[in-house]
């Protein structure tokens, strides 16, 4: 695989400096362009040591304007990274649409040094590999370009290199006995490589093999890889574009009538299979709740002692009650390390990225609780309903969202999603009370009640979302919230089951 990178191919001072300064006019002048786009550019580099991983990038900051570039690199993890899922620290950095972020030693690098070490062996690399796949995956189909730089040295080049480095006074530092101690590994390094670029190079992210001997020769595959990337991604974004505003002529002026769902009337959903006549008296209502909140209070102080996190997911009808749900769970919680995350529409700075940035960068640390009011599932409810999402972004976000989730598991996160489900005549009833409250007439929009007329689309959906993203990892609960009582308790004895049974007793 890398006999190709082993030439020795060279470009003279003469044609680098032909050719610098319209390679550069056209880099800036991309980059503008891309300043005005809805897709942002990834660009990864990895590779042998010594072959001109930090320079390419260090180059690329001096050709382009550097304010439109995120540049990361990636060290062992802090405290605060090592008490979260790995992949928040990289989704937390990503560029918003627009700019350019470049990443070093990024999500390849662990599994990578692990299996050319031989800590884990090939199945385990492989399932690592399928991670990363999914992940550039996940943000090609949001419209992202990747692209992914493997600077590629001989074992007798890349020792000339090292030695060249120790002996510069200025960058001597950058040699390492590790480095050596690699080096010596070379030919285990470089099967490990051959396997990490096979399996990973896809259609949506592809690596390109970069001779890095001569430094000229390197520059000019990287700059003119991705102004030819930078051209085509472009194009095929403005073709894309006008073919979406020909179809769709209402997308001008930033409106589109939203298509619902086709509905087929009398098949029952998960929703007719749940008792909605079931209640609670008043009088065993305390002593129930009091009971699990107790319970869960003292498993939350066991949880922040061993350092396990706990993500709360409510979703359900308006006026359904998951606001008063919430705050029957957090009473028994120390205030302290619980977060609430009420979910509204995004922000521009979140609208700016993939839909799920916005609730990667909200996980708590170790031990900490984080209840999101209103969650993800934005993306295959409302947005699919109200047709903000386009069908194959809502279609498929759910193995987005089933991926998402089996990584805050794996992380030993406690994972509890709520649906609160109230019957159509319920909700109209809490409606017409909430009209009649000084104190929650202002709970009740117009919204609410243009929701309301779309219910058989928003069952449909609740029924896909739960067929599709109820897991054995992450199932979904459902609570028959016709009975405010029943409801609260269900809930919090639900979280601490699931606390138990993840803290073991």
Known sequence: MFRTAELGRKVSKADFERQEEPLRIELLELQQRLRDL????????????????????????????????????????????????????FWRDLPPQGRIGQFLSSWYS?????YATGTIDEGSFDEEMNRVIAFEKTLADDGALILKFWMHLSKKAQKARLKALEKSTLESWRVTKQDWRHWEMYDSFMRAAERLLARTSTGEARWIIVEGEDHRYRSLTV???????????????????????????????GHVDPVLPTVIGGLPTVLDTLDMTQALPKKDYRAALSAEQGRLAVLHRKARAKGVSTVLVFEGWDAAGKGGAVRRLTHALDARHVQVIPIASPTDEERAHHYLWRFWRQLGRAGRVTVFDRSWYGRVLVERVEAFAEEDEWRRAYAEIRDFEDQLVQAGIVLCKFWLHITKDEQLSRFKAREGSPFKSWKLTEEDWRNREK????????NEMVER??????????????????????????V???MEAVLGG
């Open 38 to 89: 809805d897709m942002p550019v990834i660009l990864v580099f990895a590779g042998v040591e010594g072959a001109g991983k930090s320079e390419s990038m260090n180059l690329l900051n001096a050709w382009l304007d550097p304010r439109w570039i995120v540049t990361r690199a990636y060290g062992p993890p802090s405290d605060e990274e090592r008490e979260r899922p790995e992949y928040w620290r």
């Open 110 to 114: 662990r599994p990578f040094m692990a």
């Open 223 to 253: 700059l003119c890889t991705l102004r030819d990337a930078l051209t085509h991604h472009l194009e095929r974004h403005a073709q894309r574009r006008a073919v979406s505003q020909s179809a769709n002529p209402g997308t001008s002026s």
């Open 455 to 462: 219910w058989d689309a928003y069952t449909q959906a609740i």
């Open 469 to 494: 993203t109820s897991t054995n990892y992450a199932p979904w609960t459902l609570v028959e919230a016709n009975d405010k009582r029943s409801a609260r308790v269900k809930v919090v004895k639900t």
């Open 496 to 498: 601490a089951d699931r």
